[in-house]
């Protein structure tokens, strides 16, 4: 065997694990199915956050990787061709002989790609790993956007047929847990979301002046029990930077508390429109690595925070730490029949899917700009609303926003008073 043919079978070897890395990518990312995203939600909420941002580019990546599995194995049939005529195994005189050995290397090839693809589809430890090769392919993909029909767009999550069919079946046939089925929604409607749906309001971010000696930006750190704070100068809206938790300790450790400014600290701060779309944040975090946002409205002043955990939230629900407060409302929070405790601050869509109720969004997003449209003044601690037959008690009221309401269905009450008449 001379030096060309050990080449050869090199070249050969290279391709062969180029064809199999494409199979895999293909298997872990491009094949999964409902059940296998919700198995790999509950193994792996990071990865299977991950993956939600490459399916949604789905289509120039699967493009990619037909491409690239064609050319391998246009490729490794040539190269063993070459071969077999080369050392005289194989002779153009016999076709039938070339045609049973591309036969042959198709049956193999194919054997060990379905092997794979059994062996690799819907584990979450093969899905890790094939993550980042499918954003290393998908950034290589970029090129095939533009074959792309804008009708055939790679919104997976949001267009493909199999996925909203099986999601229909699921929900009829009750297979599905209340947490899936709510979990299932969210990624449908992931991709309409904007940043100012789900951002912390201006008026609830808790911030520190640029000025505020390091003792008492600790105590702050230590009773909201945050990582990173924004730091103003003068105000709210001149956000210099951002001050995190962890940058304090090597200070406190040298006893340098009192002499270090705490400007000198400051990172640098991400600032976003408000009308920019989560999925498309999210991607822009995960490139520059930061882990939260200020929200900036059209005029250029502070509007809320956005952090990354705002946004997995979207997806798969309140996340509660160590330093969640228990006795913190949910946003929606069922009581009784027809009965609900709601948050000021829960969104308009999501009070209209719980309650069954059509409040228009289009002027305010949240249940408390709702209700201070409708009155037209800031309503007071025990106030009753009748709004859509609902009766909305207001139970708390912080300065200027609406805290907590209690919402009770009159629709029995009605009924009832129909009938007497």
């Known amino acids: 065997m001379d030096e060309t043919e050990l ?18 990518v293909r298997a872990c990312v491009l094949r999964l199915s409902l059940k296998d995203l919700i198995r790999l939600r509950e193994a792996d909420k990071e990865s299977f956050h991950r993956l939600l941002q490459i399916l949604r580019r789905r289509d120039p990546l699967r493009l990619l990787v037909q491409l690239g599995m064609l050319l391998a194995h246009f490729l490794m049939a040539a190269g063993l061709l070459y071969l077999g005529l080369r050392t005289g195994r194989l002779s153009l005189a016999a076709p039938w002989e070339l045609l049973a050995t591309l036969l ?26 094939a993550i980042p090769w499918a954003q290393r392919m998908t950034s290589l993909a970029a090129p095939f956007d533009r074959l792309i029909s804008p009708h055939q767009e790679s919104d997976w999550l949001l267009n493909d047929e199999t996925l909203q069919a099986l999601l229909q ?5 009750g297979r599905l847990e209340q947490e899936e089925r709510e979990m299932l929604r969210s990624i449908v409607r992931f991709g309409d979301t904007l940043v100012r749906e789900i951002m912390v309001p ?19 750190f230590i009773k909201t029990g945050f990582s990173r704070l924004p730091v103003f100068e003068e105000k709210i809206d001149n956000i210099v930077g951002l001050l995190y938790a962890k940058d304090l300790l090597p200070v406190w450790r040298a006893g ?12 640098e ?18 490139r520059r690595r930061m882990h939260m946002a200020l929200v900036v409205d059209e005029y250029g ?6 952090t990354l955990e705002d946004i997995v939230e979207e997806i798969i629900g309140e996340i509660q730490d160590e330093y969640d407060l228990e006795e913190e409302p949910l946003d929606i929070r069922p009581l009784g029949p027809d009965e609900y405790l709601l948050s000021g601050r829960a969104d308009i869509d999501d009070i209209n899917e719980a309650l069954g109720t059509e409040f228009p969004s289009d002027d305010a997003d949240t249940l408390g700009g709702l209700l201070l449209s409708v009155t037209g003044h800031m309503p007071a601690e025990g106030e009753e609303i009748r709004l859509d037959g609902f009766l909305f008690t207001i139970r708390k009221v912080d300065q200027r926003r609406i805290v907590l309401v209690h919402a009770r269905r009159l629709a029995a009450e009605v009924s009832a008073d129909a009938a007497a008449a």
């Open 7 to 24: 080449w050869v079978i090199y070249l050969l070897g290279l391709i062969l694990a180029l064809d199999l890395t494409l199979a895999a």
């Open 104 to 129: 042959g290397v198709a049956v193999v090839i194919g054997a060990a790609e379905w092997l794979l693809d059994t062996a690799l589809r819907g584990r979450p430890a093969a899905v890790r790993w």
């Open 169 to 173: 079946a699921n929900l009829q046939e």
């Open 202 to 220: 201006r008026i609830d971010m808790v911030t520190v002046e640029v000025n505020t000696p390091l003792p008492e930006a600790t105590d702050l």
């Open 256 to 267: 340098l508390e009192e002499q270090r400014p705490l400007r000198s600290l400051l990172r």
């Open 269 to 286: 701060a991400y600032f976003v429109p408000e009308a920019k779309k989560v999925d498309e944040l999210l991607a822009e975090m995960q």
């Open 301 to 306: 002043g502070i509007a809320g925070l956005v």
